[in-house]
């Protein structure tokens, strides 16, 4: 409870796109959209990323508290547009795993060691005539970020010509992954 | 399997969306007057009302309600209700289930809307009526309700070309059941009396450099599909299973930062699509 209140104040600091994301129909459900992250100050919070295509997934997850976040950015980079990235960092991998990481460990006093990172999204065209590789660059970039964090990538789920819907037990360090109609449990602890 | 033969096959007909062509041939004609357009939206009273009470909502911030369809067509402007009755039959058409997609509820007509959204945002940067790009993006689907209805049982195999193949959607669909989705949208909007502005452009949605005309419109329509699918819009089986045509990139003149500034774009767009329409 004490932890809870901590991250609530701090969440009240940061920009509101962190704070965005709606209720699904089940209320312990929180649905993070694109370009937006989660990072829930209740316990025993889900976390679901819809349709996840090219965009990128990053779930946090530490087992001693247990807690989990979520972030779903969109684009590789905020050179883009520096002035975008710095009211929506969320958007971009770069502002957006930096703050997300740091948030999460701030809210939770996470320790590196005990953070299990997952890595979804990522989606490519069907062939190899993308030009723009949109998809792999958001993960590769993803993969550079959280090296230079200084955390170790758990499970991933990317690459493919398809969207990933994403739904995370925080209490639990479960992930569920649906694809193609078929579904996929992936275990973080 | 000819076209002809499968659509004998389709014992639901998805509802022809019938004012639409008729209002947009209103809205292209200079001869037209405000009460030929009041009088074709009376003619279909549970449209009329929907029309009321969506340009009563919060969006469109009139002073005060309005009760009378000639007083918010005239309000409103006749672009915004043109655009509001697409939405309304659009939503008609397509807010089902689309099993053999693995399409929940709505997802359908939620892909088709911001792929109408991408595409009427982008209309001006080459020079498209804003109208008729948003109409093309909204309908471009409907060979899917189609299929949806007709094919359910020799679909699969498709998934399979897809998925084992790594054959696109509508290369796939062609090798199974003899045409593409495209096609079967494309004649049903000849069906319906839509021009060649807005069956070609979809007719040709995965080949825009071969549409007999309309090309620039059918280059936005290819280029609006692989934004809606960047965003996760188009949720579904075989969303990613679509080529970006290089053909079409170049006609376009796109660079890679343009087309990342489209996809901040596109989900501009989205999210004003989520706050105008409640989604």
Known sequence: ?189 | MKLEVFVEKIKRLPPAPQILPKLMKLLASTDSSFDDIVQLVSLDLSLAAQVLRLSNSAYYGLASKTYDLEDAIQRIGFQEVYKMIALICSKQLMDHEHEIFDLGKGELWRYSLGSAMIMEKLAPEYEMVPTTAYTIGLLHTIGKIAINSAAPGVYKDVFKKVEKEKLTLAKAEREVLGFNNAQVASFFLKKWDFTTEVYWPIEYQFKPTSSPGNQKEACLLHLSIWLASHLGLNSGRGAWSFNLSKKAVDSLNLSEKKIQEYILMAKDSWDEAQSLFNI
Do not use: W
């Open chain 1, 1 to 189: 409870m004490k932890t809870q209140k901590k991250v609530s104040r701090f969440l009240g600091k940061l920009p509101s796109p962190l704070m965005s994301s709606p209720q699904s129909a089940n209320t312990n459900c929180h649905v993070v959209s694109i370009g937006n992250m989660d990072i829930p100050d209740a316990a025993g919070v889900d976390l679901s990323a819809y349709s996840v295509g090219s965009s990128g997934v990053i779930a946090l997850f530490d087992e001693t508290i247990p807690a989990g976040g979520i972030l779903y950015y969109m684009l590789p980079d905020s050179s883009l547009s520096p002035e975008r990235a710095l009211t929506q960092p969320s958007i971009f991998a770069d502002t957006g795993i930096d703050l997300f990481v740091d948030s999460f460990i701030k809210h939770y006093k996470s320790k590196k060691e005990n953070i299990r990172v997952f890595l979804a999204g990522g989606a490519t065209a069907q062939t190899d005539d993308d030009a723009f590789k949109i998809g792999e660059k958001n993960i590769e970039r993803a993969r550079a970020i959280l090296k230079e964090k200084g955390l170790t990538i758990t499970a991933e789920e990317t690459g493919d010509p398809s969207n990933r819907t994403i739904r995370f037990q925080t209490a639990t360090g479960t992930i569920f992954v649906r694809m193609n109609a078929a579904s996929k449990e992936i275990h973080l602890k």
